[in-house]
């Protein structure tokens, strides 16, 4: 049976890290959201769950995942659960704990690259809160950034300098990817500046682009491209 995957179906947010997981493993999956309504799905499927009742264990907001009788939300959540089924963790209970606060550590860097655009309210508009933003990505740049990645740098040059756990490659490998993808987007011109500082983020990056799945999945219609509704958003007077 497929994985079924809920997320918004215009923008990568926190649902293109599972994604990525599911690509990368080959695994049989639905984006249901994206799939068209006139077979049940799309949209109204997504917010039928969130609406539902009588699901005993709601997900507060999408990305969930559906696994038989199974739903699984939050993205650290769900790989956790999908990486042990898909091979994308270590065997060890070590391996698996420190696969996962790598993983939330990525969580939090990713919050924080949305709050640059959004650091008063999630439902204000961006351009109600522009002075603000400005001042939280000034921040952003100078020092969380370098902050985060230099201890991304750390945990890649203490195994090794390939993957972040172990000898092969894990989820937490993907979301690295995801996560310095989305801040090239965001902020080109911070991180021209800072990646050459990070080499071993620089080639995990590079190296995860190239694998055989992944580099299919990127040049196919099922990425969906960056956008200003996301969690990556680029606008240029944020950039410095």
């Not at 972040?164 to 911070?190: I, M, N, T």
């Not at 200003?228 to 007077?237: K, L, S």
Request: hydrophobic fraction near 45%; charged fraction near 25%; aromatic fraction near 10%.
């Amino acid at each position: 049976m497929a994985y079924e995957l809920y997320y918004w179906p215009m923008l990568q947010g926190r649902g293109e890290f599972v994604r990525l997981a599911l690509e990368e493993a080959g695994a049989a999956y639905v984006d249901v959201a994206r799939e068209p309504e006139t077979d049940g799905l799309g949209l109204p499927a997504l917010t039928r769950i969130l609406e539902d009742l009588d699901e005993p264990r709601p997900a507060f907001a999408p990305p969930f995942l559906r696994d038989g009788d199974r739903v699984v939300g939050q993205t650290a959540a769900i790989l956790l659960y999908l990486g042990p089924r898909l091979d994308l963790v270590g065997a060890s209970e070590d391996e698996r704990i420190w696969t996962h606060q790598i993983q939330l550590t990525i969580a939090d860097m990713v919050a924080e690259a949305h709050d640059t655009h959004h650091p008063v309210a999630v439902g204000l508009a961006y351009e109600d809160q522009k002075a603000e933003a400005a001042r939280r990505a000034a921040h952003f740049r100078a020092d969380r950034i370098p902050e985060f990645l230099a201890w991304f740098e750390h945990v890649l040059s203490r195994n090794g300098g390939t993957h972040l756990v172990g000898e092969r490659l894990s989820y937490a490998d993907l979301s690295l990817f995801q996560l310095v993808d989305g801040l090239r987007y965001a902020f080109p011109k911070a991180m021209a500046a800072q990646l050459p500082d990070h080499p071993r983020v620089a080639a995990l990056h590079a190296a995860v682009a190239r694998r055989r799945r992944i580099a299919a999945y990127l040049a196919s219609p099922r990425r969906i491209p960056f956008n200003e509704q996301g969690i990556f958003r680029r606008y240029a007077e944020l950039d410095g």
